[in-house]
């Protein structure tokens, strides 16, 4: 009807946007026009096009920023995060889910309430006892760390999902003479795959890029992340814009991939984890 | 039907039954999760509760009560209480300029652009990156000899011109747009999910009916859209108190803490100048804050959603 056919005025909406959009994608033309460039030309005329493709950058930061090691470390940490997330908070969750009463309802207001507690005041403390316990600078004190502060969101998308889900399956699969866990691990767990989706990626984006934590319990030590590795990059590199954008290019690479790869489940995961 | 239903639920009754006495997830299930939030959100936060109103230097073994006198210290020292102001300032900007404008963007994206699914992901690529890289970006932009002067020279502005994030005036805003820029798009994304929710028909009939363009926004997608107006201005206050990441990279808090926000005077006090007690004190300043406009927000916006 009227409101959905292409007109003039549509066009020039479309056209418009794709200005806009055009704009807003200035900075990236920057970084990769910068990162090509060898220091004597990025230093006298850093906006032209480079004169000749120079990937030079990308292997001098490459090694100076040890970004290998810390993409490895970004993984270990995002990876072991996420699972924790994902092994711990659906069994959690089913548990509440499928055993009402007193007792559940009381640890469902636990991880609710969680959500809403910032996570800021707890920081200094724990930082304190994990210094204490040696977990400073490791992968194990870090990964608890997350898994702690995302778990809360983790076990509220997982029962939600699960109080939806019929009963049937579990009870035909136990009847079998299946035990719990095997029921659980065969049948409700691929049941959950959407929220484990969405889990996956919203709280996998959200630590892998964080700075902030990662800055406070592991800077300094062989164990930092991309983020914290360009920014310690940075530091000794200041204002050599085309070694530093070199490595924010490295660093921002995985996540672009993922992004181009799988744009419409990542956007709906990242939706989906908020709306809720 | 009627006599082969009943039977058919009561056997499926006794299944259930059965299987709830012989499996029934186990209570250990729960332990691991609620361990580490108990420990870890709970725990932690209730200490940090109350090394807030100590003197604990993070080194000795205990810690001196000291009533309000953090509280008082951070009032009457110029970074702490600077960072405060900041952290309000940047918070209320931000949630207004990028829901706005997210809005805008949905708006015009919402219905019949034939390119929407590039121009969807052109605008929320930003928001997957990590903020501190993003940041460098704009330090460059924002730098002296960096293209925002050299545009404003070119166009003859070279009075304008300075460094962006090492002037007091102007550094605390570099920061604003950086923010801007980064997390429109996931505004935009929230508010296309809540357009979507929106039938098409109703704008239709009241577009037939002879409403203009501007009351229909008012009187149907407005009202429609309450619920991801909520998400979306509460998600930004959340981020926008919190912000650490771009003011790091961009001014480091400078040039004379004039771009000090909440969460680096955290950084700075507590772990370079190993003021755990004070630095706590500013964490429960921050978690107060959050708390309070993040859940006041909500009711608020929730109540104005039911009423809609």
Redesign the interface.
């Known amino acids: 009807m009227g409101l959905s056919r292409y007109t003039r005025r549509t066009f020039f909406r479309e056209l418009t946007l794709l200005v806009i959009a055009a704009i807003w994608w200035v900075p990236f033309y920057f970084l990769v026009i910068v990162s090509l460039k060898p220091d004597l030309e990025a230093l006298q005329s850093p906006l032209s096009f480079p004169q000749e493709v120079d990937l030079g950058n990308f292997s001098t930061a490459w090694h100076d920023a040890a970004l290998g090691r810390s993409l490895v470390n970004s993984l270990v940490i995002t990876g072991g995060s996420v699972l924790a997330l994902i092994a711990i908070g659906s069994i959690c969750a089913y548990t509440i889910a499928r055993r009402p009463g007193r007792m559940s309802t009381a640890l469902y207001l636990l991880f609710v309430l969680g959500i809403i507690l910032p996570f800021q005041l707890g920081l200094v403390p724990t930082y304190a006892v994990m210094r204490h316990l040696g977990l400073v600078g490791s992968y194990l004190g870090i990964i608890l760390l997350y898994t702690g502060i995302w778990m809360p969101f983790s076990v509220f998308l997982y029962t939600g999902f699960v109080r939806a889900l019929p009963k049937e399956y579990e009870e035909a699969s136990v009847v079998d003479g299946a035990s719990t866990m095997r029921t659980f691990r065969r049948v409700v767990f691929p049941l959950l795959r959407p929220v484990t989706g969405t889990v996956a990626i919203f709280t996998g984006l959200i630590i892998w890029n964080d700075f902030f934590l990662s800055l406070i319990f592991l800077n300094g030590t062989d164990k930092t992340p991309l983020p914290v590795a360009v920014y310690t990059f940075v530091g000794a590199f200041a204002s050599r814009w085309n070694l530093i954008f070199a490595a924010v290019i490295v660093s921002l690479a995985p996540v672009l991939i993922f992004f181009l790869v799988a744009q419409r489940q990542l956007i709906r995961g990242f939706t989906g984890g908020i709306k809720t | 039907m009627s006599t082969t239903a009943p039977g058919l639920s009561s056997t499926r009754e006794t299944?259930?039954r059965?299987?709830r006495s012989?499996?029934?997830?186990?209570?250990l299930?729960?332990v691991?999760?609620?361990a580490?939030?108990?420990?870890?959100?709970?725990?932690?936060?209730a200490?940090?509760?109350w090394?807030?109103f100590t003197d604990w230097d993070?080194i000795s073994p205990h810690a001196n009560f000291i009533g309000l006198d953090n509280f008082r210290k951070i009032l009457n020292d110029p970074a702490s209480r600077g960072a405060l102001e900041h952290t309000l300032e940047l918070a209320f900007t931000f949630v207004i300029v990028s829901n706005v404008l997210g809005l805008a963007?949905a708006l015009?994206?919402n219905?019949?652009?034939?390119?929407r699914g590039l121009?969807?992901?052109?605008?929320?690529?930003?928001?997957?990156?990590?903020?501190?890289?993003?940041s460098?970006?704009?330090q460059?932009?924002f730098?002296f000899?960096?293209?925002l002067n050299?545009g404003l020279g070119r166009i003859g502005l070279d009075s304008l011109k300075r460094g962006w994030t090492g002037d007091p005036n102007w550094a605390l805003w570099t920061i604003f747009v950086v923010l801007v820029?980064q997390f429109v798009g996931?505004s935009m994304?929230?508010y296309l999910?809540g357009l979507q929710g929106i039938p098409?028909e109703l704008?239709?009939a009241s577009?037939?009916d002879g409403a203009s363009t501007f009351r229909r926004f008012r009187k149907i997608t407005l009202p429609l859209l309450a619920p991801a107006i909520t998400?979306s201005v509460t998600?930004s206050t959340?981020y926008g108190l919190?912000v650490?990441?771009q003011v790091?990279?961009l001014t480091g808090g400078g040039p004379v803490d004039a771009s000090e926000t909440l969460?680096t005077q955290?950084?700075k006090q507590?772990?370079a100048f190993g003021r755990?007690g004070y630095?706590?004190a500013l964490?429960?300043i921050?978690?107060v804050l959050?708390?309070i406009l993040?859940?006041g927000q909500l009711a608020i916006l929730r109540a104005r959603e039911s009423r809609l």
Request: hydrophobic share 60%.
């Open positions: 299944g259930r059965r299987a012989s499996r029934g997830a186990p209570w299930w729960v691991p999760a609620v580490v939030v108990l420990a870890l959100r709970y725990a932690a936060t200490a940090g509760a090394y807030a993070g963007l015009a994206l219905r019949t652009v034939r390119t121009l969807r992901a052109l605008f929320f690529a930003p928001v997957v990156m990590s903020s501190l890289a993003v460098y970006i704009w460059f932009i730098s000899s960096g293209p050299g820029w996931l994304v929230m999910a098409e704008d239709e577009a037939v998400v998600l959340i919190g650490f990441d790091f990279a969460a955290i950084y507590t772990f755990f630095g706590t964490s429960l921050l978690t959050i708390t993040a859940v």
